[in-house]
């Protein structure tokens, strides 16, 4: 069994900043990208940031310069530094990540998410 743990959301005002974190445990062999999504409130969930074992980045358009995602692959962890929040960065986060597993077939994994809100 595999788990992702998300941490860090809550509510902030417009120009501030978190630092989500997401941790991966269990049956774990190797990670190879990990990467951060968001879902808004009647919206599709979206591509945030996403990072591979060797640490190349890509980012959504929408938060290039502002949020920076980073790895600490001897932790099995995930950060996403977010800065000069918005409100529309308001919406649930979510942690994937894609995980090779001793003796079963490959996972996608996800957490259940944590609330980031920003208010203006």
């Known amino acids: 069994q595999v788990q992702l743990a998300e941490s860090g959301g809550g509510l902030v005002q417009a120009g501030g900043s978190l630092r989500l974190s997401c941790v991966a445990s269990?049956?774990?062999?190797?990670?190879?990208?990990m990467g951060w999504y968001r879902q808004a409130p009647d919206k599709e969930r979206e591509l945030v940031a996403i990072?591979?074992?060797?640490?190349?980045?890509n980012y959504a358009d929408s938060v290039k310069g502002r949020f920076t995602i980073s790895r600490d692959n001897a932790k099995n962890t995930i950060y996403l530094q977010m800065n000069s929040l918005k409100p529309e960065d308001t919406s649930v986060y979510y942690c994937?990540?894609?995980?090779?597993?001793?003796?079963?077939?490959?996972?996608?994994?996800w957490g259940r998410g944590t609330q980031v809100t920003v208010s203006s």
């Open positions: 994937n990540a894609d995980i090779m597993r001793f003796g079963k077939t490959p996972l996608a994994a």
């Open positions: 269990g049956n774990i062999f190797r990670i190879n990208d």
């Open positions: 990072i591979s074992s060797g640490g190349s980045t």
